[in-house]
Nanobody, 126 residues
Framework: QVQLVESGGGLVQAGGSLRLSCAVSGRTFSSYCMGWFRQAPGKEREFVTAISKTGISTDYRDSVKGRFTISRDNAKNTVYLEMNDLKLEDTAVYYC???????????????????WGQGTQVTVSS
C-alpha cells in the first residue's frame, strides 16, 4: 500500500512563497513518476506539474512556469513543490500523486496516477 502525505500549505500574501512536501511510504518511491495537482473552489482538479522517476525530466502547466519548481529526493521518498511569486489564482487544495507512467503527455491526466494524498490548502491573499 502506497501512502502519500502532503504538508507545507498555508496562508501567504500575493508575491510570497511556500514549499510543499509530499512524503511517500510503501513501495519503492523511485519507481513512480510524481505529480502535483490542485483544485480551486468550484473548479475541477487540474494538473500543475510532474517529475520523472529519476528527477531528470519535469513538466509544468503554463501558468506556473518560471514560478513553481518540482523536485524529488529519492533517498528521502519525498517530492517537493517550491512555489514563488504566488498569485491569488494559485489558491487551491494541492494534491500530490504517484503514477507508474513514464513522463509524457498522459502524465497531465489524473488517470495516470494510482495513488493520491489527502491534499493541503494553499491560500493566497491580497
Amino acid at each position: 500500500q502506497v501512502q502519500l502525505v502532503e504538508s507545507g500549505g498555508g496562508l501567504v500574501q500575493a508575491g510570497g512563497s511556500l514549499r510543499l512536501s509530499c512524503a511517500v511510504s510503501g513501495r519503492t518511491f523511485s519507481s513512480y513518476c510524481m505529480g502535483w495537482f490542485r483544485q480551486a473552489p468550484g473548479k475541477e482538479r487540474e494538473f500543475v506539474t510532474a517529475i520523472s522517476k529519476t528527477g531528470i525530466s519535469t513538466d509544468y502547466r503554463d501558468s506556473v512556469k518560471g514560478r513553481f519548481t518540482i523536485s524529488r529526493d529519492n533517498a528521502k521518498n519525498t517530492v517537493y513543490l517550491e512555489m514563488n511569486d504566488l498569485k491569488l489564482e494559485d489558491t487551491a487544495v494541492y494534491y500530490c500523486a504517484a503514477g507508474a507512467a513514464r513522463l509524457g503527455p498522459l502524465i497531465r491526466q489524473e488517470g495516470a496516477y494510482g495513488y493520491w494524498g489527502q491534499g493541503t490548502q494553499v491560500t493566497v491573499s491580497s
